[in-house]
């Protein structure tokens, strides 16, 4: 296997797979309504121009979807490490209460001993014994536990492990031995075991807080106060089942939520993909009948044009041999008045060819140019005719060479187009600047004049086909050069800046560019370097 075949194995590609076959089908109708037999080849051609570039839209939307599903599954291992976080939480805070609570009633139970002791003032190793004989000690010994079912038991013992008092009397005078406190819960405290003791708890599950008791500074006993810790456990599990139904519930609907919003991003995309795809298709099948039509009407059109330009030259040859037998001056008004028809003839024929050539495209011959080379170039050309009427065109490239990937003939006539507009504009004395900048993976060039400008609500319609200004304009020059430069894979925009005069914007790929279907639209264009 090449690398090439094992680039489309995995999950991406199988859904790149099922994405282009689910939607073949429309494709298929879409080109279909588009087309008919006998059509030109060109309009074919577009067509599948066309079509190839929707495959890279659809590679953008595979990345999308994509990016949709990462985020969901990103957002599913939160939620997750959310509701594992949250049932640790309900559980931690669960036992520090009822330890709060445990260590609490052992406080107040210690003082009362303590304060006995102090009142009793007994011998030196006699203090528990003390406290087991005093009536307050055991009245307040069997009060609280039936009124607590948590609290199992509550013992007083000796330094030695001996239980001088029990909550059960019949485990008074029993000893605890070693292995009463095996089971440590490092989560309730140091001072907290777990045990089933058969002697302190009488084999049931219990939580054992033992606190030591402390008279004249010495430890003379511990007071071990125990809950049911099964009872606890299923307290705790009820809690943290409701916590984990809230949490799925909350997950369900935002899952929800985020696929009916994925699949409505993906559908909502797909649609509006195959809507442009659809105008642009439409647009090149209005043009392929327009074509038709304009090469019919130029040939109708050209041949009398033809007819009038032969019978127009042999007028002329015979006026001028008249005029001359008799005498006469050749700049008279039968003469201008021939040259004045002949330029008018001239103007419709190249009309004719403009229109031929905005109805009737063809692929461009794509190659690698350097812009700053052709640009110096064109310069040469107009800069005779520029010079007569005062305006100064200047090149100005921020790279010695700009090298890129476009039709050479193209290139040429969409910047001739540009610069004759702006000297037009200008009329006499003015200066335009052609800047060629790199961008990256694209080529940036701005034409600058510092003519009358144009204004903000022509500048959304110049590009438009047969929207002009000038009294004798097709309205195509403009709208010719944006379907070329498009056609390039670039984009030309017509930005505003604060000084006087226009700016016209093309972006076109570099050469040596590696990604491909990767074009800025007119406002990012605008957006790599505003003029201010």
Known sequence: MDRGEAAEVGPVANFRRFYHEAFRGERIALMNSVTAPGDPAFVVERLALDHDKQRGADRSIVVAVGVIAAAMAMMLIIAVWGILRDLSDVRKLRMDAEMSRQRAHAHRTITFMQGELN???????????????????????????????????????????????????????????????????????????????????????????????????????????????????????DQQRQATERWLLILGLVVLLVVAAGVSLFVVARRITLFRQAMRLAHVRRLADLGQLMGALAHEIRNPLNAMRLNLHVLERQSSGILAAQGVDETCDSTRLIDETNREIERIDNLIRVLLSYTRPEQPRVEDVDACEELRGIAALVRASFDRAAIDIRIRCDDESAPLRTDRNRFRQVMLNLVNNAKEAIGTSGTIEVVVRRRGEWVEIDVLDDGPGIAPQTRDRIFEPFFTTKELGTGLGLALARRFIEEMGGTISCLSKAEPGACFRIVLPAAQRTVAGLVPDADQAAAAGNLR
């Open 119 to 237: 009142r009793i003032k007994p011998p030196h190793g006699n203090e528990l014994a003390a406290l087991a004989a005093s009536p307050a000690v055991r009245e307040r010994w069997e009060r609280p536990l039936p009124q607590d079912r948590t609290r199992l038991y509550a013992a007083l013992v000796s330094p030695s492990g001996d239980i001088i008092l029990h909550t059960d009397p019949a485990a008074e005078g029993r000893n605890l031995g070693q292995h009463w406190a095996d089971a440590p819960l490092p989560e309730a405290g140091e001072d907290a075991v777990r045990t089933d003791d058969l002697t302190l708890a009488g084999g049931r599950q219990a939580l054992d807080l033992h606190t030591p008791v402390y008279y004249e500074g010495r430890v003379v006993g511990y007071f071990h106060s125990g809950f049911n810790y099964e009872q606890f456990q299923r307290t705790l599990e």
